[in-house]
Nanobody, 125 residues
Framework: VQLQASGGGLVQAGGSLRLSCTSSRRTLRGYSFGWFRQVPGNEREFVAV????????YYADSVKGRFTISRDNAKNTVYLTMSSLSPEDTAVYYC???????????????????WGQGTLVTVSS
């Protein structure tokens, strides 16, 4: 599975951005798609995840109510819509995917085998 992430950029605090992650694989039943972020010197941090089958989604407490993860079946694409952005959201954002993950694994970056290339989000104050 190859993942292509896009949509990062520079935005002012309080603004919005939408990240996209497109999968090369068309059959995604059983896959989980996660968004993680990383700042230099820190470990990759869980942001949000969506189960392709059923659409269940989960969020980190730090983004709950501000970020929304969604999927487009026809486009094999997962979106992360981010609003009310703050400078603390500045990071490189990565999408990840894998199949067969159980619920206890979906927030763990080490559980994913497939990763996009990362897209930088910079929020200015």
């Amino acid at each position: 599975v190859q993942l292509q992430a896009s949509g990062g950029g520079l935005v002012q605090a309080g603004g919005s951005l939408r990240l996209s992650c497109t999968s090369s694989r068309r059959t995604l039943r059983g896959y989980s798609f996660g968004w993680f972020r990383q700042v230099p010197g820190n470990e990759r941090e869980f942001v949000a995840v969506i189960r392709w089958s059923g659409g269940d989604s989960y969020y980190a407490d730090s983004v709950k109510g501000r970020f929304t993860i969604s999927r487009d079946n026809a486009k094999n694409t997962v979106y992360l819509t981010m609003s009310s952005l703050s400078p603390e959201d500045t990071a490189v954002y990565y999408c990840a995917a894998d199949s067969g993950l159980i619920l206890s694994q979906v927030k763990n970056a080490r559980a994913y085998d497939f990763w996009g290339q990362g897209t930088l989000v910079t929020v200015s104050s």
